[in-house]
Nanobody, 127 residues
Framework: QVQLVESGGGSVQSGGSLRLSCAAS????????MGWFRQAPGKGREGVAA???????RYSVSVKDRFTISRSYAKNTLYLQMNNLKPEDTAMYYC?????????????????????WGQGTMVTVSS
């Protein structure tokens, strides 16, 4: 079964850290662009970070220098290391994967990811 499963969410205080994981099963995703997205209550889904098939990493302005995206081909897993967390980082975090030309044009645009989405993991940051 082809699926993405996120884990690692939780509750932390402002300034804390969390590491999210996205385990991919049922396929080899080395040719995919993969990204992390988040959705806060009452808001739309926004791109956080993405890594393209050639290893190029992209970050939203709001998380640049605090979050790091990485992928392990051996474990077929995508990671998001989140440091210096802020209350505004509170959201449901999702990972997604796609191979389309559209996603390569804008890897941080959620609407470009149509192939695979995970079920999400919640991150809550208190002040």
């Amino acid at each position: 079964q082809v699926q993405l499963v996120e884990s690692g969410g939780g509750s932390v205080q402002s300034g804390g850290s969390l590491r999210l994981s996205c385990a991919a099963s049922g396929y080899t995703y080395s040719s995919y662009c993969m990204g992390w997205f988040r959705q806060a209550p009452g808001k739309g889904r926004e791109g956080v970070a993405a890594v393209e098939s050639d290893g190029t990493r992209r970050y939203s302005v709001s998380v640049k220098d605090r979050f790091t995206i990485s992928r392990s081909y051996a474990k077929n897993t995508l990671y998001l290391q989140m440091n210096n967390l802020k209350p505004e980082d509170t959201a449901m975090y999702y990972c997604a994967a796609d191979r389309s030309p559209a996603v390569r044009l804008d890897p941080l645009r959620a609407e470009n990811y149509r192939e695979l989405w995970g079920q999400g993991t919640m991150v809550t940051v208190s002040s």
